[in-house]
């Protein structure tokens, strides 16, 4: 069952920076923080995944809050390529359950 | 980076006929491979996880003489929809991972239609 909670959809303006959020407040000490997008009609596409501390990637930054109860992914100049269902899961093995993510509409 | 592929990425077939997916991991062996379906603007859904050699396991509601699993390598595992109806119409995307806790890679989903 999924455990984290996100907003349903959000908005950016193309080349600035957007913070997408994510609570996982019954986040348990294994738990690891993945983050996904989807395009329509793909698959899921890998964007970054931590534990306990900030991560940095090519793609974006994942800040974790101290007591792991809550993520942000951000994504540091938003491109029209970035819209897309952005996914936010807890595992614990390699077994994933999807919420229901954040639509990101990025406007030119 | 590591590749998992799906084929085919779309199909139509026939109310009561079977359809076979395949899911590769082209450049990695996975032990364990997992199969979801994901409904038009919906999201993804764990179907099952398959084991190589061995048997899958299949999450709470979903059948599994309809949903027939085979992972018979380390490279490819099978999902067979069984006497097909017009509601297993769905898009159904696998995943692999290299190692525990790491990142997955999933498949470019395949489009099943059931006329």
């Known amino acids: 069952d999924a455990k984290t909670t996100q907003p349903n959809s959000m908005e950016s303006n193309e080349e600035e920076p957007v913070h997408l959020p994510c609570n996982h407040s019954t986040i348990s000490g294994t738990d690891y923080i993945h983050w996904y997008r989807q395009l329509p009609s793909q698959g899921p596409e890998y964007v970054i995944h931590?534990?306990?501390s900030n991560v940095n990637n090519r793609m974006a930054s994942l800040a974790i809050a101290e007591d792991r109860k809550s993520s942000t992914l951000i994504l540091h100049r938003a491109t029209l390529r970035d819209a897309a269902v952005y996914y936010c899961i807890l595992i614990t093995g390699n077994q994933f359950y999807f919420g229901t993510g954040t639509s990101l509409t990025v406007i030119p | 980076g590591a590749v998992v592929s799906q084929h085919p990425s779309r199909v139509i077939c026939k109310s009561g006929t079977s359809v076979k997916i395949e899911c590769r991991s082209l450049?990695?062996?996975?032990?364990?491979m997992f199969w979801y379906r994901q409904f038009p603007k919906k999201s993804l859904m764990l179907m099952a996880t398959?084991?190589?050699?061995?048997?899958?396991?299949?999450e709470q509601g979903v059948e599994k003489d309809k949903f027939l699993i085979n992972h018979a390598s380390l490279t490819l595992s099978t999902l067979t929809v069984t006497s097909a109806h017009p509601e297993d119409s769905s898009f159904y995307i696998c995943?692999?991972?290299?190692?525990?806790?790491?990142?997955?890679?999933f498949g470019q989903g395949t489009r099943l239609t059931v006329v």
């Open positions: 450049d990695f062996q996975a032990t364990t």
């Open positions: 931590g534990l306990t």
């Open positions: 995943s692999a991972s290299l190692a525990l806790n790491t990142e997955a890679f």
């Open positions: 398959s084991n190589e050699g061995s048997k899958a396991t299949y």
